[in-house]
């Protein structure tokens, strides 16, 4: 008798969770809305598990990249994926011997130079100022750190990495194994990985945003 009500006190919990809980008089929860969310929720990852990003994520957030709104559709950029322990560890080595403040050699959690991802994606358009090239690439890179969240994935867009491969000599044939072609620079490098931390968002300013009547 007494498995008889706590089998039907579950019963009724789990109907009122399936059909509303609401009453007629109460307003309708607000529906969800996914993309909002991630755009709200995405933060930037600076630590990363050992977990590798499998390869059809890497190419499915990157297809999402090339998706991006860019000027007269185009496509101005170049994207090259590296997933090798063995690219981000030899670059490292480069910023540590040259530029050691881009390098936290005592956080024991310090994996590489690449705010400890274990996937990257790097983005190149043509060395030109004047056209929207950078523009596309910034698109694209919102894009990418979106469909990365949906997928569980972290992401950090990264200046530093971009502007010392493309600029220190010894780090050269790391730049040249990603193959952008002539004309071509290398602009944000985006860090992909599991996350292994939960950072608070950053404070945003609204007064930034203004009607105009
Ligand atoms: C163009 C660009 C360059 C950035 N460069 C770096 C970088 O080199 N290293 C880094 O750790 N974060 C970098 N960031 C990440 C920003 O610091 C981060 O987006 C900002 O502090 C807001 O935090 P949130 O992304 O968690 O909202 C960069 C972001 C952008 C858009």
New binding site residues.
């Given amino acids: 008798m007494k498995k008889n009500l706590i089998t039907l006190s579950l019963l009724a919990v789990l109907l009122s969770g399936c059909c509303g809980s609401g009453t007629a008089t109460e307003p309708a929860a607000e529906p969800e809305n996914a993309v909002i969310d991630a755009i709200m929720a995405?933060?930037?990852?600076?630590y990363y598990t050992d977990t590798p990003v499998e390869r059809e994520k890497l190419q499915k957030i990157a297809e999402c990249g090339i998706n991006a709104p860019n000027a007269m559709n185009r496509q101005d950029w170049e994207v090259r994926i590296v997933d090798s322990q063995e690219y981000f560890d030899g670059v490292t080595q480069i910023m540590k011997e040259s530029m050691p403040f881009m390098v936290k050699t005592d956080d024991p959690k310090f994996r590489n130079g690449f705010?400890n991802a274990t996937a990257a994606i790097f983005i190149a358009c043509p060395d030109d100022e004047s056209g929207m090239f950078l523009q596309n690439v910034?698109l694209m890179?919102e894009n990418i750190?979106l469909a990365a969240y949906s997928l569980g994935l972290g992401t950090?867009?990264?200046?530093?990495?971009?502007?010392f491969l493309s600029t220190n000599e010894a780090a050269r044939p790391y730049l040249d194994r990603l193959g952008f072609s002539e004309g071509y620079r290398l602009r944000?490098v985006i860090?992909v990985g599991y996350p292994d931390e939960q950072?608070e968002?950053?404070p945003?300013d609204p007064g930034k945003i203004q009607f105009i009547d």
């Avoid at 995405?42 to 600076?46: D, E, N, W």
């Avoid at 950090?156 to 502007?163: E, H, I, L, Q, S």
């Fill in positions: 995405r933060r930037s990852i600076r705010r910034g890179s750190c950090c867009v990264m200046g530093g990495p971009a502007m944000v860090a950072p968002a950053r945003r």
